[in-house]
């Protein structure tokens, strides 16, 4: 079977563009021959990877992701494969990978009037309005949230099993309770971790005030080299117990070295940093806007924040998590054995689906 996925770019690798490439890799040894259509990749990605490269068009992010989609629909009419999957908002596509929110829920109400909003907005209504296309979503309340804003068919989703790619699984088996002398950290002071390539909307500053309520422990923020989290931490008066790491691929030894993770975002759909805090046998305290707190509330491995959030709830249970903190952490070793049972079933889910549910003619 000839499947295409189409994903913007894949030179920086977030979350779906890793995902992505974790996709491509399983289609291609369940033997299907596998394009990724970018509009960008690295010289070694070139070098290695099935890929058609589309030149990238126009001035704004939302002008280039419409320009994306059109194109991606070009490519498709000419290279006919037989199954698209889309991980951005391709209008038309087959299986659409939802990797985020609803545009429709993360852009604000003035936006739906700029010409920004219009086009997040059209493309996704367009892409949802579609009765032949699937969805794959990351939660149960990420499908329902999608749910109510469109009415698409509700076989024609499928809610996948917890996202932790394989490297993470073996990071996790192979943690070292020593690892904090690595990272020049205090190894009898409680530590806390927060992963945050985008600071606001995973709540840093929110996790930054809970902890200079607490003299005694040290956060590690992963993730951002933003010059102004080293301001903000000499204004709480914790530039001596905060430590700044840019983002870096072995998340999970950062991990390792921490805790807990405190993870208290104002955005998130799913939130695979709270799965591989509980991969890592580390509890987590978390938003319940989170799509994994679940994962979280079901095995009692941390703290679920009600929502609205309040920073009081947020300091209330820094100090919780730390008198309650070996019992935590035995909680979060029977997540991180729940974890490990699903290793590699949402990408078989994936791939099952695709394979189910797709025609083998080429689409059209």
Known sequence: MKIALAVFQIRTLGGKERDCLA???????????????????TPEQVAR??????PQRGFSNHGRAAHFA?????HRTKARPNVLVAFDRIPSADFFFAADAAAALRLSPLSFWLPRGRTYLRLERDLFENQKTRFFFLTTRQRDEYAALYDFDRSHATVLPVILHDERYLAAAAISETARENFGLPTHTV?????????RQKGLDRAMAAIAKFPGIHLVSVGSSDRSLRKQARALGIEH????????????DLIGVADFMVHPARAEAAGQVIA????AGRPAIVTGLCGYATEVKREGAGIVLQEPFKQADLDSAVSEMIADLPAMKKAA?????????????????IAETIEGSASTSPST
Do not use: C
């Not at 059109?70 to 070009?74: P, Y």
């Not at 530590?191 to 600071?199: D, F, G, K």
């Not at 117990?241 to 999970?252: E, Q």
């Open 333 to 349: 070793g029977k997540a991180a054995e729940q974890l490990r049972n699903q290793q590699g079933q949402w990408l078989i889910t």
């Open 191 to 199: 530590t806390a971790i927060s992963v945050a390539v985008q600071p």
């Open 276 to 279: 591989e805090s509980l991969l």
């Open 49 to 54: 990877l099935p890929l058609t490269l589309i």
């Open 70 to 74: 059109a194109d991606v629909k070009d």
């Open 241 to 252: 117990r905060f430590h700044l790491v840019p983002y870096t691929p072995n998340i999970m």
């Open 23 to 41: 996709v491509a890799e399983t289609l291609m040894k369940r033997g299907h021959e596998v394009t990724i259509v970018t509009t960008a990749a």
